[in-house]
T-cell receptor
């Protein structure tokens, strides 16, 4: 079966510091990968998605970036964090074929607090 | 633009009773998919149920079932025999064939009362 991991689970960072959040998926090959942010009391906002190694699409322009160095690894980064980057970050994956690519499965998330 | 509306910010239900959460959506797409996700206090987003728009039969998963009314663009979730572990935020979500965008409603906070 497929599993998705995210780390760290919780992160407290000062304003202006760099960020690296990691997501890995097991039990599947060539998945679509997604990064979402959930601000307090709000729904989910899609930040980035990837359909393959090195292929990144950005949905919202901001100071965050994403990379996919390996098939099942997705990284969310920032060079300098802003207070507004605080939130709950969720990684998700979906199949790329077989009629199930529309269904996304989420990881446990990372709580980020920027002070 | 696709929109998803959940009109009930909060609901409560007695343990073992049945509750229905409402969701409406707006789209011009013909081939689309609807989902209910559960987000417990741990905040992990868990898929509850999935419905393909081209299927007339309502999806069911154990105690969870949906009432999909395509013409009315309505997609409600019924939880039968509510359990304490059902306490969570419930999000309705929509996507269409070939899209990578999953559009979420603002959620309904469900509390199951012992």
């Amino acid at each position: 079966s497929q599993t998705i991991h995210q780390w760290p689970a919780t992160l407290v960072q000062p304003v202006g510091s760099p960020l690296s959040l990691e997501c890995t998926v097991e039990g599947t090959s060539n998945p679509n990968l997604y990064w979402y942010r959930q601000a307090a009391g709000r729904g989910l906002q899609l930040l980035f998605y990837s359909v393959g190694i090195g292929q990144i699409s950005s949905e919202v322009p901001q100071n965050l970036s994403a990379s996919r160095p390996q098939d099942r690894q997705f990284i969310l980064s920032s060079k300098k964090l802003l207070l507004s980057d605080s939130g709950f970050y969720l990684c998700a994956w979906s199949e790329t074929s077989g009629g199930a690519q529309e269904t996304q499965y989420f990881g446990p998330g990372t709580r980020l607090l920027v002070l | 633009a696709q929109t998803v509306t959940q009109s009930q910010p909060e609901m409560s239900v007695q343990e073992a009773e049945t509750v229905t959460l409402s969701c409406t959506y707006d789209t011009s797409e013909n081939n689309y998919y609807l989902f209910w996700y559960k987000q417990p206090p741990s905040r992990q987003m868990i898929l509850v149920i999935r419905q393909e728009a081209y299927k007339q039969q309502n999806a069911t998963e154990n105690r969870f079932s949906v009432n999909f009314q395509k013409a009315a663009k309505s997609f409600s979730l019924k939880i039968s025999d509510s359990q304490l572990g059902d306490t969570a935020m419930y999000f309705c979500a929509f996507t269409w064939a070939g899209s990578y965008q999953l559009t979420f409603g603002k959620g309904t906070k469900l509390s199951v009362i012992p």
